[in-house]
């Protein structure tokens, strides 16, 4: 990183521009990666979209978030939701994407997308989170902050141990990649421990979708172990704007998971009241 860079992105607080494939034509979509991801993860969706014809509806831009895949990834970098979603935003326009975009979050990236609605509302259409990790600090709901103290126990654990990414626990990484999408490299791992403490910790997902006013479809599994579900529905129930549903799978992008998303991008998911009914009794 040369000084000219450090200058214009550290001192003067310019986002940088993100690593990013264009596919189509169509209405503008962005698709948002977890933590410790890259673009790829969305490759089970690009391809049932291919598969039905879906990639001529939409412009599709898949960015490699800021620290993963081929994104910059300065180590001085704090990696807040601000920092994640400014790059997003500068990528857009640097590629002059034109009208109000449709942002697909998966895991982190649902903070990301909700982040960028919730500040740039005008820039966005409609948002479809898959897996979000929602953590409020509500003591209201006392199952949720149970639930939330004991993830935040674990996403610390993880962000302090370096050492288990790289030398002792190769098997456990190796599962974690294929069932929750993680793909580190040394270089990555700054930007992880910082996106898992400064996005994922020291969010600001629950205020901004508590009285957000864009349609917003949330998607969660079943069978994941990342992230919890207690107590989310009745957090944002009187949100009219937001519609709940429950596939069987886990953390990451399966291709389950991809024919519930394109189901939700198409609009043939069922209707609300018969989702909120089902996602209840999830």
């Avoid at 326009?93 to 034109?98: E, M």
């Avoid at 479809?128 to 902050?145: C, I, S, W």
């Avoid at 979708?209 to 069978?223: E, F, K, M, V, Y």
Wanted: hydrophobic share 40%; proline share 5%.
């Amino acid at each position: 990183m040369g000084f000219g860079d450090i200058v214009w992105h550290k001192w003067l607080r310019q986002p940088y521009r993100l690593h990013a494939i264009d596919i189509g034509k169509g209405r503008p979509i962005v698709l948002l990666h977890g933590v410790g991801a890259s673009g790829d993860a969305w490759n089970p969706l690009l391809k049932q979209l291919r598969a039905t014809g879906g990639l001529t509806d939409w412009h599709i831009m898949v960015p490699d978030l800021l620290g993963f895949g081929d994104s910059p990834k300065p180590q001085w970098g704090l990696y807040t939701v601000e920092d994640h979603a400014r790059a997003v935003i500068a990528t857009l326009q640097a590629r002059k994407v034109r009208g109000k975009v449709t942002i697909v979050g998966h895991s982190m990236g649902c903070l990301v997308a909700s982040h960028i609605a919730a500040t740039r509302p005008r820039l966005v259409r409609q948002l479809v989170l898959y897996e979000p990790p929602l953590y409020a600090d509500n003591p209201e709901f006392r199952k949720h902050a149970r639930q939330r103290e004991y993830y935040f126990a674990l996403y610390e654990f993880i962000a302090a141990h370096k050492e288990l990414a790289f030398t002792q626990a190769q098997f456990f990484w190796r599962v974690a990649k294929k069932i929750v999408g993680l793909n580190l490299s040394p270089e990555m791992w700054t930007p992880f421990e910082r996106s898992i403490r400064n996005t994922i910790m020291r969010q600001t997902a629950y205020a901004e979708l508590h009285d957000i006013r864009i349609p917003t479809t949330i998607i969660h599994g079943r069978l994941d172990l990342v992230v919890t579900r207690a107590e989310i529905r009745k957090m944002f129930r009187a949100n009219k704007h937001i519609t709940w549903y429950t596939v069987t799978d886990f953390h990451g992008i399966s291709a389950r998971s991809a024919r519930f998303i394109a189901q939700a991008l198409a609009g043939t998911m069922p209707s609300r009241r018969r989702a909120f009914r089902r996602g209840q009794r999830s």
